[in-house]
């Protein structure tokens, strides 16, 4: 089974950029599509990018497109989110998931956490001036 630690989150002003890490263990990456989402108090999860295991082909949410770039570095069994040009809507835990390449897909939206089934504990993300 896959686990996840997460790191890079921090308090940033509203412009300002981070750089968001997911470091596995238990597996390797490679066959897996590892996403990020995120939660803000009261608001429901929310996707908010992802990686496939097959091609490293990239999605994002509306919310963060030319803003956010996800990666990974499967070396070292990480995936990155680069964050730019951050605003207070962006604040939140950030968590990372993965889908293996064989796990069934259950919902068409590609950002469904209903499609991923190994999740990190987060970090948190504050966008405050």
């Known amino acids: 089974q896959v686990q996840f630690v997460e790191s890079g989150g921090g308090l940033v002003q509203p412009g300002g950029s981070l750089r968001l890490s997911c470091v596995a263990s238990?597996?390797?990456?490679?066959?897996?599509?590892v996403g990020w989402f995120r939660q803000a108090p009261g608001k429901e999860r929310e996707g908010v990018s992802l990686i496939e295991s097959s091609d490293s082909s990239t999605y994002y949410a509306d919310s963060v497109k030319g803003r956010f770039t996800i990666s990974r570095d499967n070396s070292k069994n990480t995936v990155f989110l680069q964050m730019n040009s951050l605003k207070p809507e962006d604040t939140g835990v950030y968590v990372c998931?993965?889908?293996?390449?064989?796990?069934?897909?259950?919902?068409?939206?590609?950002?469904?956490?209903?499609?991923?089934?190994?999740w990190g504990q987060g970090t948190q993300v504050t966008v405050s001036p």
């Open positions: 998931a993965s889908k293996s390449r064989w796990a069934p897909t259950i919902s068409d939206d590609r950002l469904s956490a209903a499609n991923f089934h190994s």
């Open positions: 238990g597996v390797t990456l490679d066959y897996y599509t």
